[in-house]
C-alpha cells in the first residue's frame, strides 16, 4: 500500500495506538498558507499520523489549524493513494471524502450507471424481463429474455454494432440462464454451446423481478383441469408455461398451467404436477388447494391433501386404486414432504377407529396401507432431495 520510493512528503514509524489526538480532517492546498481560510486564526508546523499496518503508521507534515482541528496538506496525490482502501484509516478524511472503502463505492458507482444503461435498453425490448451478460477468456454474450417470442436488436457502443440476443424465458438458453442467476449451487457459472461462462452482468427493474417470480414461482395452486388446453372453460383462460426446476437435470423445465387472466390467477392439475416429479424430481414448490388464500398443505387437513392427490380407497371418483397405487402413492406424498409420515398415520389410523362393520372392506384397506407404510424409511433423495420451504 505505502512505497516509499514516492516523492510523498512522510515516512513510516512505529505505530503509537495512544496517538488519539492527531487531527483527522485533511484538507488539500496549492501552496504553503499562513491562516485558516474556515476561522482566519494563524497555522502551525504539525503532522498527523495515518495507520498503514497492524505495527506502522505514516507521519505526513502539514498546518495545522488548533481551532478548527485540520491539517492543510500539500502532495495531496500521495496522501490519497495511503488512504484508498486502507481499513486501519478509518475516520481520517481528504477534502471531507473518506477513501477506506474506496474501490467499493467506485464499483457501486459505475455499477449504477452500468445498470441505468442496461435498464434504457430494456425498455428499448417489448416484454423485456432481463439483461444478462456471461464472459469468459474467449468472448462477451449479451443475452436480453422477454416473456415472448425472441428477435434480435442492434446496440452501438464503442462506434461498433454487435448483436445483443433476444429470447423468450423458455428457449433452453434462458432456463439455462436463469439457474445459473437463482441456483446458488452453480455460482453464476452457465453452459453455452459447450462453453462454461460466468455471469458478469444482469440488470432487471422491480417490476421485471415480480414478472419473474410469477414465471419462477415459490408456489402454485392445484386445481382439476388446470393446465390441459381441452379444460379452458372460458375466454379469459388460457395455456401458459412456468418454470419448475429440476434437481435431477440442475436446470428449470417448462410446465403447463392455466392462467386466468380476471383473477390473475395460475393453477394446474395434480396429474401434471406428478407427473413432473416422476420425471424431473421435486421442484421445491408449495402446492396451494384450489380455493386458498395462500395458506399451504401444511394448513390442510391430511384427508384433504391425501384426497386432492388422489389416494382414496372408496372408488369415490369412479376409479378403483390397486394396493401397490395407494402404497406408492402415500410414499410419494411423504417423501415430497407434503404431508410428514407421522401425521399420515395418523389419518390412517383415525379413519380406521370411527369405521363401523358396513365398511369392513374399506376398513381392511386403511388397515393393509397402514400396516405398509409404518416401517417405510422416509426418501426424499429420489426426488432430488429438495427440502421445501414450509
Known amino acids: 500500500m505505502v512505497d516509499n520510493n514516492n516523492s510523498i512528503p512522510f515516512e513510516l514509524v512505529d505505530r503509537d495506538l495512544y496517538c488519539k489526538n492527531t487531527p483527522r480532517e485533511l484538507i488539500s492546498i496549492d501552496q504553503p498558507i499562513q491562516l485558516c481560510p474556515k476561522c482566519h486564526t494563524r497555522l502551525y508546523s504539525s503532522c498527523v499520523y495515518i495507520p498503514v499496518s497492524e505495527t506502522e503508521q505514516a507521519k505526513i507534515l502539514g498546518l495545522e489549524c488548533k481551532i478548527c482541528h485540520r491539517l492543510y496538506v500539500l502532495e495531496i496525490d500521495g496522501i490519497r493513494n495511503i488512504l484508498i482502501d486502507n481499513k486501519y484509516a478509518r475516520f481520517f478524511t481528504l477534502d471531507d471524502v473518506d477513501y477506506t472503502c474506496f474501490t467499493e463505492q467506485e464499483y457501486r458507482r459505475k455499477k449504477n450507471i452500468v ?224 404431508v410428514e409420515k407421522t401425521k399420515v398415520i395418523n389419518h390412517l389410523n383415525f379413519l380406521i377407529g370411527n369405521s363401523n362393520e358396513k365398511y369392513n372392506g374399506v376398513r381392511y384397506k386403511w388397515e393393509m396401507d397402514l400396516n405398509a407404510i409404518m416401517p417405510y424409511k422416509e426418501n426424499p433423495a429420489r426426488f432430488g432431495g429438495v427440502v421445501i420451504d414450509k
Not at 432487471?204 to 423481478?209: G, K, M, P
Open 115 to 338: 445498470d441505468r444503461s442496461k435498464r434504457e435498453l430494456l425498455n428499448k425490448v417489448e416484454n423485456s424481463l432481463v439483461y444478462v451478460s456471461l464472459v469468459n477468456d474467449d468472448r462477451t454474450i449479451e443475452y436480453i429474455i422477454t416473456d415472448n417470442i425472441g428477435t434480435e436488436m442492434k446496440k452501438k457502443s464503442e462506434d461498433q454494432l454487435y448483436l445483443i440476443n433476444v429470447i423468450k424465458f423458455t428457449d433452453p438458453i434462458a432456463i439455462e440462464i436463469f439457474a445459473g442467476i437463482y441456483r446458488p449451487e452453480r455460482k453464476q457459472r452457465v453452459k453455452i454451446e459447450q462453453e462454461t461462462f460466468q455471469i458478469n452482468c444482469t440488470v432487471l427493474s422491480d417490476n421485471e423481478q415480480n414478472e419473474i417470480k410469477t414465471l419462477i414461482p415459490q408456489d402454485v395452486k392445484i386445481k382439476s383441469g388446470g393446465g390441459y388446453e381441452n379444460r379452458c372453460e372460458h375466454s379469459y383462460c388460457k395455456i401458459v408455461n412456468l418454470l419448475f426446476y429440476s434437481p435431477f437435470e440442475d436446470r428449470y423445465v417448462p410446465v403447463r398451467v392455466t392462467h386466468d387472466t380476471h383473477l390473475n390467477d395460475y393453477y394446474m392439475d395434480i396429474s401434471i404436477y406428478k407427473d413432473h416429479v416422476r420425471k424431473y424430481g421435486n421442484p421445491g414448490i408449495r402446492l396451494l388447494p384450489e380455493k386458498s388464500t395462500g395458506n399451504t398443505f401444511e394448513d390442510f387437513a391430511a384427508e384433504s391433501i391425501l384426497r386432492l392427490y388422489g389416494y382414496h380407497v372408496g372408488g369415490y371418483d369412479g376409479t378403483s386404486l390397486s394396493d401397490k397405487e395407494r402404497l406408492d402413492m402415500l410414499k410419494e406424498i411423504i417423501d415430497l414432504g407434503l
